[in-house]
Structure formats: C-alpha cells, structure tokens
C-alpha cells in the first residue's frame, strides 16, 4: 500500500521500529525534582527510503524519578540508529518510548532537530506523559 501518492510505502513508514535496540542501563536517583538535559550533536540514521544519511542533533529532557540513565550505555543505544533505515519522526518517538521505559521519569522530552535535506529542516519532538491535556515542559 502506498501512502499519499508519494512512493512511500507502510513499509518505509514502520521501518526501523522492528529493530531490537540494546536496553538502556541507569542507576539509582538520589535527589528529587531536578532536570537532567543530554544532547547528542552528532546524531545520524539513514533515510528508509532513499538510503541518504541524516544529521541532526538529539536533545534529551526528562525529571527523574528513581533511575536515571547511565551515559555510555545511552551512547551505545544511539549508535544503534547510525545505521539504520528510520524516519526522523519515529526516531523522536522510539527514542522517548525506550527511555520511559528505562527509567519511568515524571517526565520527559526528546527533540530531534534534523538537517537540512533539499532546502528543508525538520524538528521533531516527542513528550511523555502524552495525555492530549498535557502541557510539556518549557524549552
């Protein structure tokens, strides 16, 4: 099936999110009510569909609550998708869900501020809690 006339197809729409990604290792929080913010600039996946690379820089925002993720091992989750067939929007979103399930956070934030490919740039962000009343935090 193709979606929108545009030669993509719901395979390249779901591409990538079958991927069995490493787990996120953390370790335990001893504060309350902080913010914790980890940037990647030099983010890269592959587009699905034309196999070009994507470049961007990946933000991440989230309140802990018990666990909080341990760095290397979120380096070595992201390298995952360096060479992987993935939509930008599906990166925000995959990315948010593995680090909610990781560390159960009162709150969290993935940004994926992507570069310019044929004169367009794409920002993507995803945020948990997703309720449609919910307001994300303030960047």
Same mark, same amino acid.
């Given at each position: 099936? @193709?979606?929108?006339?545009?030669g993509?197809?719901?395979? &390249?729409?779901? +591409?990538g999110?079958? &991927?069995?990604?490493?787990?996120?290792?953390?370790?335990?929080?001893? =504060?309350?009510?902080?913010?914790i913010?980890?940037?990647?600039?030099?983010?890269?996946?592959?587009?699905?569909?034309?196999?070009?690379?994507?470049?961007?820089?990946?933000?991440?925002?989230?309140?802990?609550?018990?666990?909080?993720?341990?760095?290397? +091992?979120?380096?070595?989750?992201? =390298? &995952?998708? @360096?060479?992987?067939?993935?939509?930008?929007?599906?990166?925000?979103?995959?990315?948010?869900?593995?680090?909610?399930?990781?560390?159960?956070?009162?709150?969290?934030?993935?940004?994926?501020?992507?570069?310019? *490919?044929?004169?367009?740039?794409?920002?993507?962000?995803?945020?948990?809690? *997703?309720?449609?009343?919910?307001?994300?935090? *303030? +960047?």
């Open positions: 099936m @193709r979606t929108q006339n545009t993509y197809t719901d395979d &390249h729409a779901a +591409s999110l079958d &991927h069995v990604f490493p787990s996120i290792d953390t370790w335990q929080n001893q =504060f309350q009510a902080y913010e913010l980890v940037d990647d600039p030099e983010f890269t996946s592959i587009c699905p569909k034309t196999g070009l690379p994507d470049f961007g820089v990946l933000t991440i925002r989230y309140m802990p609550r018990e666990q909080c993720l341990e760095l290397k +091992s979120l380096k070595e989750y992201l =390298f &995952h998708y @360096r060479n992987l067939g993935i939509f930008q929007e599906n990166i925000a979103n995959q990315v948010l869900n593995d680090i909610v399930k990781a560390t159960d956070p009162v709150w969290a934030v993935v940004k994926g501020d992507f570069r310019p *490919r044929g004169g367009i740039s794409t920002v993507v962000t995803a945020t948990y809690p *997703r309720p449609e009343d919910s307001k994300p935090p *303030r +960047s």
